[in-house]
């Protein structure tokens, strides 16, 4: 069975960074997959904010605007998420989650942006 632990959330002001760490336990059947980062903020649709291959090919949501970079290490699967710029916006629990057939998620890590 696979699991999905986040780590690294937290609260900041405006204007500062955060590191989201995800490591996954287990195997995959059929190798590591495609992992990433999804976000829901309350009383809204859970979002991609970005996901990266194991080719280390990143995609980035439009909100992220260059402010996010998304890193993998394959043999650990572990995926980074560095998060700088921070907006109130950002305020949401952040998710990881593994691209696999099965689709696998973590159970969330806060990030709360204020002053």
């Known amino acids: 069975q696979v699991q999905l632990v986040e780590s690294g959330g937290g609260v900041v002001q405006p204007g500062g960074s955060l590191r989201l760490t995800c490591v996954a336990s287990?195997?995959?059947?059929?190798?590591?997959?495609?992992m990433g980062w999804y976000r829901q903020a309350p009383g809204k649709q859970r979002e991609l904010v970005a996901m990266?291959?194991?080719?280390?090919?990143?995609r980035y949501a439009d909100f992220v605007q260059g402010r996010f970079t998304i890193s993998g290490d394959n043999a650990k699967a572990t995926v980074l998420l560095q998060m700088n710029s921070l907006k109130p916006d950002d305020t949401a629990v952040y998710y990881c989650?593994?691209?696999?057939?099965?689709?696998?998620w973590g159970q969330g890590t806060q990030v709360t942006v204020s002053s």
């Open positions: 287990g195997r995959f059947v059929g190798g590591i997959p495609a």
């Open positions: 989650y593994a691209d696999s057939p099965t689709g696998y």
């Open positions: 990266i291959t194991t080719g280390g090919v990143p």
